[in-house]
């Protein structure tokens, strides 16, 4: 028996969200209405789907992969050149070739954020992100638009300090602080923290100890959505200012 199961899905005809390529495929047919879009063949060889469009001069032929995460597709080596959207269940390519139109079913089917801890290293990078409500910032690959990010202001302070969103899609970019590449957008403030969460009060309290945030020492962009609850929850007892304006974050709308 398993431990986990897949989240529940509010008013949709899967009750879980999708674990392989059959359940995309299952959740697609009932959105090819609202995309204006009817579906001719469903097929075992490459491209997947043959369907057809409906423009204002007729109909537009696509062809479609399936695939459970956007990336396979470049993992399993198709062509771009034969293929016309990528219908997923999440899309985490971002230099998915601009040819190709991602479908990333779980925005039409009310999944809520990820919450994201997002280091921030140096105390001029630190003094710097404290006066900018906005800032191109490098991210997970697997973060996608409307997602929370906890900004974690490492050493000497060692808390979380700020709240942004991540207000765009990724794009690949060279890094600025690093040879090479990253996945960077744009990322806006919600709110800062008078009374920041330390490092130490994660450590002493009785679930966040057991976290992977904790175990890795705040290092890397750090998923936290399982453990957001317990942190909402500090950070609203110790800042109810900003109770009203992370209300849209609140645990049960994740």
């Known amino acids: 028996m398993k431990d986990k199961r897949p989240e529940i899905l509010e008013k949709a005809p899967l009750q879980y969200t999708p674990e392989n390529e059959l359940g995309v495929v299952f959740l697609f047919s009932h959105i090819v209405k609202k995309l204006r ?84 290293v140096g105390i001029e990078q630190q003094e710097w992100l404290s006066k900018v409500n906005k800032a191109n910032w490098g991210l997970s690959k697997r973060a996608t638009k409307g997602d929370l990010l906890l900004m974690y202001h490492a050493k000497p302070a060692k808390c979380i300090k700020d709240i942004f969103i991540l207000d765009d899609e990724l794009r690949r970019c060279k890094a600025g602080w690093r040879e090479g590449y990253c996945y960077a957008a744009l990322i806006k403030r919600i709110c800062s923290l008078d009374s920041p969460i330390f490092l130490e009060d994660m450590k002493q309290h009785r679930i966040l100890k057991t976290s992977s945030f904790i175990r890795r020492n705040m290092q890397g962009n750090l998923n936290a959505t399982e453990y957001w609850p317990y942190l909402y929850e500090i950070i609203i007892q110790r800042n109810p200012k900003v109770k009203k304006k992370l209300l849209k974050y609140a645990p049960e709308r994740i």
């Open 37 to 120: 879009v009817r579906v001719e063949s469903i097929r075992p060889e490459f491209p997947d789907c043959i369907a057809y469009q409906k423009t204002a001069h007729g109909e537009k032929r696509i062809r479609i992969e399936f695939e459970f995460r956007s990336s396979s597709f470049k993992n399993h080596k198709h062509s771009s050149r034969y293929c016309d959207w990528i219908v997923c269940w999440e899309h985490d390519w971002p230099d998915v070739p601009q040819k190709i139109r991602v479908i990333e079913l779980k925005k039409y089917f009310g999944v809520g954020f990820n919450v994201w801890i997002q280091p921030v």
